[in-house]
């Protein structure tokens, strides 16, 4: 139910004619108008969206293909991507990147007629002679397709779909040197970490996988996949190993 000061403020809204769009232009033209400030307004209804539904305003599909590139034209330098244009939008109360797509057809079409530059997608940055530097020089990481795709993500490296564009599965793991891959148990790997403890037990997860490149064991997220966490795994193997000491040999 509205209040009597959010009823006065409808009511200045609609004397005065004024357009209810961003609260950019909100604010360029609300002074002038003597009509309360986005964030006294914002305040009074919660958000700019549920202030421009109570004024009437359609939040989704009410704008015209001028509204949107007028918006757009305003906003193109959080035009980059569909998701950092959303992650904008919403902060601001401007429409989602669906509804510029909905009248431009494509994202790209609405950034060819600012005159933006189309990004290439990014796994069409590595050619195949740059899988196989990274697969050389990353490849003691490659324990699973899921598990590339966390140290990818991590490291800031071509995902598991990237690197089919090239190769098979049996190629990919011939060039990481990965041709047998076992798959590790929970007792392999806290008898791994007991024998060289005295690295396991402080290292950081990049430490770790470094010193496991370097010494051919399994990368922190074998232990994080088995464990549930990095944090998880040194404390319990941590447990294991202080039992063992307690344990009387014959």
Not at 10 to 39: F, H, M, Y
Request: charged share 30%; glycine share 4%.
């Amino acid at each position: 139910m509205e209040s009597e000061r959010q009823k006065k403020i409808i009511k200045q809204v609609k004397d005065s004619n004024i357009r209810v769009g961003t609260v950019r232009d909100w604010n360029a033209s609300a002074k002038e108008l003597d009509l309360p400030s986005s964030s006294t307004i914002i305040n009074e209804f919660g958000s700019w969206k549920d202030f421009k539904g109570a004024c009437g305003v359609s939040l989704e599909y009410g704008y015209t293909y001028n509204d949107l590139l007028g918006i757009a034209q305003l906003h193109k330098e959080h035009l980059t991507s569909r998701r950092k244009w959303d992650d904008f939008a919403s902060k601001n109360s401007l429409p989602r990147s669906q509804i510029f797509i909905d009248k431009f057809s494509s994202w790209n079409n609405l950034k060819h007629e600012l005159n933006l530059p189309i990004l290439t997608k990014r796994s069409d940055l590595y050619t195949k002679e740059d899988i196989v530097r990274i697969l050389k020089q990353h490849g003691a990481n490659l324990e699973s397709r899921q598990q590339w795709d966390v140290y990818a993500h991590d490291n800031n490296l071509p995902a598991y779909k990237t690197l089919r564009k090239h190769f098979t599965w049996e190629e990919i793991l011939k060039l990481a040197n990965r041709n047998k891959i076992s798959h590790l148990t929970r007792d392999d790997l806290i008898e791994i970490s007991i024998k060289h403890y005295k690295v396991f037990s402080s290292a950081s997860i990049a430490a770790w996988n470094k010193y496991a490149r370097d010494n051919k064991v399994p990368s922190s997220y074998s232990f994080i996949r088995n464990f549930g966490s990095w944090k998880k795994a040194k404390v319990e193997i941590t447990k294991l190993k202080n039992a063992l000491k307690k344990t009387p040999t014959n």
